[in-house]
């Protein structure tokens, strides 16, 4: 067959990681279809949307990466699309389509995702245009039964293709894990790399107690899994879970440099100090994330700020690290287990008892309280 009478195929997605899904994927279309071209268009990643999203150079190295393990590398029809990318802006599903339409004028045009992506593409921009230039190609995964429901017509190929969700994986790995939905030279890539706050957690791990260190993981662990409840994306929840406790080792006049360099206009940090020095860990460790970390978000290092204390009119950010600190699994007390499933259920119900549970702490004690943590309490009565 004449190469411009061959398909050409768009493999669109994020690619962040690119899995064994996405390689099986490939592989049976280039199977079935024995394409001209399969275009991988890695889309464009926005800043607001993630932290630091992984650059589309390096998801284009472990894509290739993928590629070779799954026995693809070599193969002259795959090619990686910078086409997204470039645009540094969100580009619609329809304009890719545009795209490749004007560049193979002649050739028909499939455009590949999992099932689960057909379940929402009606409400995609423009449907109409893609269905007209383009035949949906989709590979059906395993128990998912969507693709029956969504009324959208399509080409199914053949084969059983691996559950692999994205979101999960990115979590997995930044807690420090290795999925078994990626390919082992994806996850040498990230190594190397230092990809997926990898980088981040080396740093933690050599100023933090061993046992410090496994809670910041599993304030981490319970601050993914809340995330989407709290309104907060991934990463940001991940980075900052991850540092909120990163002064907490440090050696006393490293605490107090540190404290007092994050608010020096206010007397708070002092009266901490010397009120309960305890505290301090946490002013300290937003100084810290900034100076060791070069953690510039602001709605991160006020999480850290005000995850021991709280404070009125916390973000949505640092009321899911106040949350997970308290009541993550690695928690023996009783009251952990229990905000932690009110969480799932109500997230600021679980909110406002983390605050009851620190004050009643707090006073049981018999000490100073403070007063921030009294404020919170008072805000959120006025609220009601
Ligand atoms: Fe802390
Ligand atoms: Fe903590």
New binding site residues.
């Given amino acids: 067959m004449p190469d411009e009478k061959r398909p050409v195929i768009i493999y669109g997605g994020s690619f962040d990681p690119p899995h064994r899904g996405h390689t099986a994927l490939a592989a049976a279309a280039l199977r079935q279809l024995n394409p001209a071209v399969l275009y991988f268009v890695p889309g464009f990643h926005t800043p607001f949307k993630d932290l630091r999203p992984a650059a589309f150079s390096g998801r284009a190295a472990m894509l290739k990466a993928a590629l070779a393990e799954a026995g693809l590398a070599g193969r002259k029809e795959i090619k990686i699309s910078s086409f997204e990318a470039d645009q540094k802006r969100v580009v619609y599903t329809y304009e890719t389509v545009a795209h490749f339409r004007r560049l193979h004028p002649g050739a028909p045009v499939y455009f590949l995702m999992g099932s689960d992506c057909l379940a929402g593409f009606k409400g995609w921009r423009r449907p109409g245009f893609i269905l007209k230039n383009t035949r949906l190609l989709a590979g059906l995964r395993p128990g998912c039964a969507m693709h029956r429901r969504s009324g959208v017509p399509f080409t199914a190929l053949a084969g059983r293709f691996p559950r692999a969700d994205s979101t999960r994986i990115r979590a997995e790995l930044f807690l420090g894990g290795r999925p078994a939905q990626l390919h082992r030279a994806v996850l040498d890539l990230i190594a190397a790399r230092s990809l997926y706050l990898a980088r981040e957690r080396a740093l933690l791990r050599k100023l933090l107690s061993p046992a410090r260190f496994a809670h910041s993981l599993h304030t981490a662990e319970l601050a993914l899994r809340l995330a989407g409840a709290a309104g907060v994306p991934q990463q940001k929840a991940a980075l900052a879970a991850l540092l ?2 990163c002064a ?1 080792d440090l050696p006393a006049a490293e605490l107090r440099r540190c404290c007092l360099k994050r608010a020096p206009r206010t007397a708070l940090p002092e009266l901490t100090l010397k009120e309960a020095p305890v505290l301090a ?2 002013w300290a460790g937003a100084a810290l994330a900034r100076e060791k970390f070069g953690v510039k978000d602001a709605e991160i290092l006020e999480a850290i700020e005000q ?2 204390t709280g404070a009125p009119g916390m973000g949505p950010l640092a009321r899911l690290i106040y949350v997970s ?1 308290l009541a993550n699994q690695g928690r023996a007390f009783r009251e952990a287990k229990l905000v932690r499933a009110l969480a799932f259920k109500d997230f600021e119900a679980a909110f406002r008892a983390a605050n009851y549970i620190k004050l009643v702490y707090a006073f049981s004690g018999g000490g100073w309280v403070h007063p921030l943590s009294v404020s919170l309490w008072n805000s959120l009565q006025k609220k009601r």
């Fill in positions: 909120h406790d907490r860990h946490a995850h021991a600190d």
